[in-house]
Structure formats: C-alpha cells, structure tokens
C-alpha cells in the first residue's frame, strides 16, 4: 500500500474526487427518482453509489502513505432535475471513466509498475462497464413512463461489482464470495 | 436555484467537491476507528460524513441549472492510518473550512448577492465550526488510549449541525425541528 510515483499518486487522487462525487450525486439522483415514484430507478442509484464508495476507498487505500492536504482536480457531473436527464448525466460520467479516464490511469499505473493502483484501476473500470449498462436501461424504461424492472441490485463491497436480482457464487471481477455482496 | 455569478458556481462546484470527499474519508475513518475498537469515534466519523452528505446535497442543490461536465478543483486530506492521525486530518481540514474556504466563499456570494449560495455556504460554516470541535475532544481522548465518552450524536438533515447526546428542540443553525434529526 506504497505509491512511488507522482504521476499515479495524482490519478489515485483525481480518481478519488470523482468517486467520491459520483457516489454523492448518485445518492442525491436516488432520492430524486424515489421522489418521482421511480423507487426501482432510485434503487439502482442508491446500489451503484455504494459501487463508487467501494472504487474510492481502494483509490484512498493505496494513498495511505500520502498523508497531507492537497487539491484534487477531477470530473464530475452536476445537473439536478428529472430523472431522465439525470441518468443521461450518470451515463455520460460513466462512459468518460470507461473510455478515457479509467484505460489511461490504468495504463499508467502498468506503465510505472504500481501493482496496487493498477489492481484499483481495474476493478473500477470493469465495474463501470457494467454501470453504464444499468443506468441505459433503466433510462429507457424512464423514457417510456416506466419504472426499471428489477427485484433487487448486489455490489460486492471490494471491487464494485453490480449484478441485478441475484449475486453470483463468485465476484467475476475480484472473487469475492456471494455472502460478502451487498443487497439492495 | 440558479447561480447568475460564474465564481459563485465555481466556489459551489469546488465545496461540493470537498464536501463529498470530507463525507467519503469520514466513513473509511469510521470503519477505521471502529477496528481499532473505538466504537464512539466511529460513530463520531459517521454521523459527521453524514453531516457532510447534507452540505454537498445542498451546494449541488444549488446548481440544478449547471447541467453538464465540469473539473472540478477542491481541498482534500489524505492518509489512511491510525485513528489519533486521521483525527488530526479532520480538524486540519475542519479548519481548513472554517477559517479560509468557507469565509472567502461567503462574501464571494454576498458580494455577488447570489442568495442561494450564501445560505448554503452559511449552514456549512456554522456546522464545521461544531465539527472542529467534536473532533478536537474525540482525539483528546484518543491520546490518553480511550474511546469519545458520548452516548449518541444527532444531525440535522437540511443544514448539517451536530449536536451530541440530543437533539435541540429547533435547530440553531436552520429552524428544523426536533424530530427532524438523524441519530448515530
Ligand atoms: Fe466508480
Ligand atoms: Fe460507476
Ligand atoms: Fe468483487
Ligand atoms: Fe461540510
Ligand atoms: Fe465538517
Ligand atoms: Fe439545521
């Protein structure tokens, strides 16, 4: 839990602002849609804001040794209105870290031979992949006056991953066991 | 709701920034105190990240009409190791807040009469204020090897004040009653 390199402490920091953002507007989104009577919609805001808590803590984790004050350029969405629009806000936050921020902080990572941010990196990029997804769908059901038709959402508390209605036996992205993820 | 003034929303933009990351390394050092078998502490921690759920949820509040992508450039403390450390990254950030950021952005809004703003930079400053406080008390007893000797905190949902034991019959910060309060 050392970072050597400046360049990937400072994407390290960069990517925890932007969780650490993320989960907040998705919290804040969440309670919109529940608002709006979209209470499945307001679920899968509410599970993949726990998804970010999880990449921000990994991020925060490898900067243990970086202790002091510092000021932390980093993306984020804003915008609070329908949920329609929100989620077309949360798609485009999560197609800019799948696209851009994520694969070059990740070959960054490689690049300087940082183990620990690299496995950071790759856990949230893959399970942003995912999110993007989710958040299409359930933008689509908005868009038709419908509610995202769902049981329930799963995130594994160590890597993010998010799955609909039930948990698998193992954590595709990290392994972990089906009893450590997280329902909503 | 709308922010007339680019450096008001640039100011709300970067609180909501700090906030959100204040609120995320308050729940890591939670989990923290709390293995550290510091219950009280973690208690502290989490009805604080809370307290600071409430100021990011209000800047951004703000800037409903500031739809789209934007960097972001906010304070934020780091480090991730014993519980005694980590309060000492609270109260330096705490402070941080009550005696540069949130004044100079204060008179930016009232200057820029963006009245909006001022309320919701105002409810902040008065709450990091107790903040700096509590976390000040809860590191004393974590030097001398105890846990924080309280029963229960309680926050104010629309303005972030913090009390301990029990909540005021009306918020002194904002008017909310009593029965409004979150409890840890
Ligand atoms: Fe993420
Ligand atoms: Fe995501
Ligand atoms: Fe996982
Ligand atoms: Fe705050
Ligand atoms: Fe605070
Ligand atoms: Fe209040």
Not at 5 to 14: G, H, K, P, Q, V
Not at 39 to 64: M, V
Not at 105 to 114: D, H, N, P
Request: glycine share 8%.
């Amino acid at each position: 839990l050392s970072v050597n390199n400046a360049m990937t402490a400072d994407f390290l920091r960069s990517a925890y602002g932007g969780e650490s953002m993320a989960h907040m507007r998705y919290l804040i989104w969440g309670d919109v849609a529940e608002k709006e009577g979209l209470p499945n919609i307001g679920k899968l805001f509410k599970a993949i804001s726990y998804a970010e808590w999880a990449h921000a803590k990994n991020h925060f984790r490898e900067l243990s040794e970086q202790k002091g004050d510092f000021t932390v350029a980093a993306g984020a969405v804003f915008g609070n209105t329908k949920t329609v629009e929100n989620l077309q806000g949360a798609i485009n936050g999560e197609l800019h870290e799948i696209n851009q921020m994520y694969p070059v902080y990740l070959e960054t990572a490689r690049f300087q031979k940082e183990r620990g941010a690299e496995k950071s990196f790759h856990w949230a990029l893959e399970a942003e992949k995912i999110h993007a997804k989710l958040f299409q769908e359930a933008q689509d059901a908005a868009k038709s006056g419908q509610d995202y038709q769902i049981n329930s959402v799963h995130v594994c508390p160590f890597c993010g991953h998010t799955i609909l209605n039930e948990a698998p036996d193992k954590c595709p992205i990290c392994g972990a066991p089906k009893d450590k993820y997280k329902s909503f």
